[in-house]
């Protein structure tokens, strides 16, 4: 009987893996070890550029160490994305924190993302650069399974949880 042949990282699949991000000086920035790992559709952009081409053409039980530079992470560090705005700009309501996440509008009204950079008084700083932006990410990443993404979830752009259910 011939072994089928392994599942490999294609555009098309649903990946899980597990991950730790650490910068440079391998402090850990963020892991999925210890908690469920993380469901990707491969192809749709769900990950960084530098981790989704390292892991095509990978199969289950792989694991890579990466080095991936900002140009294939989060980006260069834009100085330009850095405002300071009043604090009548935001809802009354909420209060802000660094590293709370809004959508906006730039001028020509294309919509995008601001994280809280610092608050001071009534002067809120925002910055449109990820936090990640303009770091080097090193990844160690392990595929835990492969399976096709249901046609739903290829219209969508994303993976529904185990076995395609909607999640959301
Ligand atoms: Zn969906």
């Known amino acids: 009987m011939p072994n089928p042949a392994p599942q490999r990282i294609a555009d098309g699949k649903v990946v899980t893996i597990h991950y730790t991000l650490t910068d440079e000086a391998g402090i850990t920035i963020d892991s999925s070890r210890g908690s469920p790992p993380l469901d990707y559709l491969h192809g749709a952009r769900n990950i960084v550029p530098g981790l989704e081409s390292a892991l095509l053409g990978k199969a289950v039980g792989e694991r890579l160490n990466l080095r991936i530079p900002p140009e294939e992470g989060y980006g260069p560090y834009n100085p330009k994305g850095v405002q300071r705005v009043p604090r009548e700009s935001f809802p009354d309501d909420i209060e802000l924190e660094p590293g ?69």
């Open 100 to 168: 709370m996440q809004f959508s906006a509008e730039d001028e020509s009204g294309r919509g995008v993302t601001i994280w809280i950079a610092e608050v001071e008084g009534e002067v809120v700083t925002i910055d449109q650069n990820h936090p990640l932006a303009g770091k080097v990410l090193c990844f160690d990443v392990s595929v835990e399974q492969i399976r096709d993404a249901t046609l739903e979830e290829m219209s969508h752009g994303h993976p529904h949880g185990p076995g395609g259910h909607h999640h959301h």
